[in-house]
């Protein structure tokens, strides 16, 4: 027999797939055993560590279908290189994907809504504003230094938009990315 070898993250995929497998099929054998005990009033096989249902140590990965608004955010910022406001982003992809103005409504809904996913719940962009202002930029999570202000040539770009310097964002209260990153 020969020797196969596999990489890391081969054989972390390995074990994720047949813990799952084996979570289902005792998942499936308790159910056969309640409805044989239900059935008969006894069973002969006993459950075989019917305590542990869930996996550990596997990050989620996201689930359900994927927005294409959260892709388009960060590909924006980056392109662009510069803090975007709502409405910039918003006639930027009634251009690029061609969205009609009777659809524009929507689309704005959905941009904030991703906006506001990324912002809240990834971590991946916050907004900076300027102090007793009301309207925000929204910049990369990447783009702030440790103390929460703009690196230079953002915050330059901040100043030449605003007017003025952006107020320092509490590195506190920004979420860490609980997804698995999807390669881009």
């Given at each position: ?118 912002r809240t719940k990834e971590g ?61």
């Open positions: 027999m020969s020797n196969v070898k596999f990489t890391k993250q081969e054989l972390k995929k390995f074990v994720a797939y047949y813990s799952e497998e084996k979570q289902a099929l005792e998942a499936k054998l308790a159910h056969v055993n309640e409805m044989l005990y239900k059935l008969s009033g006894s069973v002969d096989i006993k459950p075989s560590n019917a305590a542990k249902l869930t996996s550990k140590g596997e990050v989620p990965k996201k689930r359900g279908p994927k927005s294409v608004w959260g892709s388009f955010i960060i590909k924006r910022l980056r392109a662009r290189n510069k803090p975007l406001n709502y409405s910039d982003l918003i006639d930027d992809a009634m251009a690029i994907h061609k969205i009609s103005n009777e659809r524009k409504d929507s689309a704005k809904a959905s941009i904030l809504n991703a906006a506001f996913r990324l991946r962009i916050v907004t900076v504003g300027r102090k007793g202002r009301k309207e925000k930029l929204l910049v990369l999570t990447k783009w702030l230094q440790e103390d929460g202000s703009l690196r230079n040539e953002y915050a330059r770009a901040f100043k030449k938009l605003q007017g003025g310097k952006a107020e320092k964002v509490d590195m506190a209260t920004i979420p860490g990315f609980k997804y698995q990153e999807e390669e881009e």
